[in-house]
């Protein structure tokens, strides 16, 4: 049976306004044409949609069945429509944003924020940088950036993988000097780790692959946190082993401050991910910022990349131990 889409709409717009007559006039179509088709329209169904009288229109059981799926159509049709005008309107207005303060402290997106606010000038961004993961909904954030494996699942949210950050372990010349550099994953287990936290405060599993080989474990350590550059910072004065990606961890390779531990061994790449409330069309000014984000995230990658491609994995210089 090939219904006419048009004539759904038409049929859903006369049960809006109530008449033909009225129908008539915000369609721009003639009387005789609106009642000719919605008859038309019952014939192909097989049965009748509305109960005419001189005076009223009255759906049937069948039209009120028909009329669900009808105004469904009209709404995705407006919602094309609407998604078409925001495209084209300029990005204005508020922008609430949660972002981990390491993310954009340990991948240098300072460029990003000059570039973005020249480019959208009616943009109004209100940062938060914390490494809490904020109830979007309740606290009315437009976007929230998480870094993570993998997300819960959420009803209420939508999101959108930005990026993906390949990650292996490191430590200082001067830890791996003192107590002798990794084998095997599990020579990790006698050594001090540095661990991040997961969402519910339980030290981060180290999981390791080569080829088709795979380890996982969680080596001793006696500090855990959400902050990656507190890590960072203490991995580099020979506190321990440490898990980071490659591009938070290359500036302080080039410096000689930590070498990679096991690197035939790569850890599970870290996903960046725009989290988002879960609503019909997405306002232009988030739609824009997460594109701008992901185009940054991206330079990142290639600059990572061929910069990770001139610089040994490991080299060795003398830096702070801690006793």
């Known amino acids: 049976m090939d219904v006419d889409a048009n004539d759904l709409l038409l ?20 009387k005789s044409t609106v009642s000719r088709r919605i008859t038309a329209l019952e014939q192909q169904l097989g049965e009748r949609l509305l109960a005419r009288s001189t005076r009223q229109l009255a ?17 995705e049709v407006e919602g094309a429509a609407a998604f078409a005008q925001f495209r084209q309107a300029t990005p204005r207005g508020r922008l609430r944003v949660s972002m981990p303060p390491d993310f954009s402290e340990k991948l240098v997106l300072t460029t990003f924020f000059l ?4 480019d959208y000038p009616e943009i109004r961004l209100e940062l938060d940088m914390s490494p809490r993961n904020v109830d979007l909904l309740s606290e009315q954030f437009d976007l929230a950036i998480r870094i993570a494996p993998r997300l819960e699942d959420d009803a209420t949210l939508v999101a959108r993988k930005l990026s993906e950050l390949p990650s292996a372990l490191y430590a200082s010349p001067a830890y791996l000097a003192r107590y002798g550099r990794p084998k095997t994953p599990d020579d990790l287990l006698k050594h001090t780790a540095l661990h991040m936290v997961t969402s519910n405060g339980e030290p981060m599993r ?10 996982e474990g969680l080596p001793p350590g006696p500090l855990a946190t959400n902050s990656m550059g507190l890590i960072l910072q203490l991995a580099s004065h020979g506190l321990g082993i440490a898990q980071f990606t490659g591009r938070i961890a290359l500036p302080s390779v080039e410096m000689g401050l930590i070498e990679q531990v096991l690197p035939e061994w790569s850890a599970p790449a870290v996903t960046v991910w725009a989290v988002m409330p879960s609503r019909r069309l997405i306002p232009t000014r988030t739609r824009v910022f997460i594109d701008a984000l992901s185009r940054a995230l991206q330079n990142c990658n290639e600059a990572y990349e061929a910069a990770a491609a001139q610089t040994p994995l490991t080299l060795p210089q003398a830096t702070t131990l801690v006793s």
Not at 59 to 75: I, P, S
Not at 115 to 118: K, T
Not at 206 to 215: E, S, V
């Open 11 to 30: 049929f859903a717009r006369v049960m809006e306004t109530g008449s033909f007559s009225r129908a008539a006039e915000r369609t721009g179509l003639p």
């Open 59 to 75: 759906v049937t059981d069948f039209g009120q069945g028909v009329l669900e799926h009808a105004r469904r159509l009209a709404e």
């Open 115 to 118: 570039q973005f606010c020249s």
């Open 206 to 215: 180290w999981k390791l692959q080569r080829g088709h080989d795979h380890w």
